[in-house]
């Protein structure tokens, strides 16, 4: 907020004061009464700029000879400038000033503006929660996906233990897919019993992370260090 001072003797010589126009003065406006004067905010122009002052005006003729800058040989001043606003006018009920729309076809105006105003937030609050709810759902399905990925199946884990075992030890290969002494094919048991150890592991990883207690003994479980 630019402010600057001004001599007291250059205001009153220019007669910067209320009610008192000149080329300087644009505009005064009261602010408040007090017990022995009345303060006024006084606008002028210099050199190209606004520029406004509190002037204090005698409430009375004892008061004369009062000085309206509080006794200062300098008063500051605020730079200011002019700001279009709304202005309320008091007109006879049924006639519009001049140029001037009625109270009645303000509020209706008022009123659509507040309506117009409450439809776009309903439909910003809409666009959130259509959006909200696709990501929701895109999660989901990725969620899904993903868990399907990491899903064995005891055909997969079959096929990988043929594959491994078949290239560590091939006559035990053989003998697991088509046993001597029976001829039965013990692939599909062992990927079965391979899994459930694998979910019971899985388990007890899970409960040491929580400190839980282990399905299998039901004591706490405890944590160890693995080498």
């Not at 905010?41 to 009375?60: A, C």
């Not at 001049?98 to 509020?107: D, E, I, K, M, Q």
């Not at 105003?117 to 969620?143: M, P, S, T, W």
């Amino acid at each position: 907020m630019p402010t600057r001072t001004f001599k007291a003797t250059w205001l009153n010589d220019n007669r910067i004061s209320p009610g008192r126009g000149n080329k300087f003065v644009v505009h005064w406006e009261h602010v408040e009464d007090r017990r022995w004067h009345s303060v006024w905010d006084v606008i002028f122009r210099h050199e190209g700029q606004f520029w406004k002052v509190s002037y204090q005006e005698p409430s009375t003729e004892t008061q004369e000879g009062h000085d309206p800058w509080g006794e200062e040989d300098e008063v500051e001043a605020v730079q200011v400038e002019p700001v279009m606003a709304p202005a309320i006018l008091w007109s006879p009920v049924g006639q519009s000033a001049p140029n001037h729309p009625s109270a009645a076809a303000l509020n209706a105006a008022m009123k659509a503006i507040s309506d117009e105003n409450a439809k776009l937030r309903k439909d910003v609050d809409d666009l959130h929660f259509g959006i909200g709810q696709a990501a929701r759902e895109a999660f989901a399905q990725r969620k899904k996906h993903k868990e399907e990925m990491l899903r064995l199946h005891p055909a997969s884990v079959e096929r990988a233990l043929v594959h491994l075992i078949a290239t560590l030890d091939c006559d035990l290969h053989k003998n697991i897919k088509c046993s001597e002494e029976t001829g039965e094919n013990h692939y599909p048991k062992i990927a079965e019993k391979f899994l459930e150890d694998l979910a019971s592991i899985a388990k007890e990883s899970y409960a040491l992370k929580r400190g839980g207690r282990t399905e299998r003994t039901g004591r706490p479980a405890e944590t160890s260090e693995v080498i």
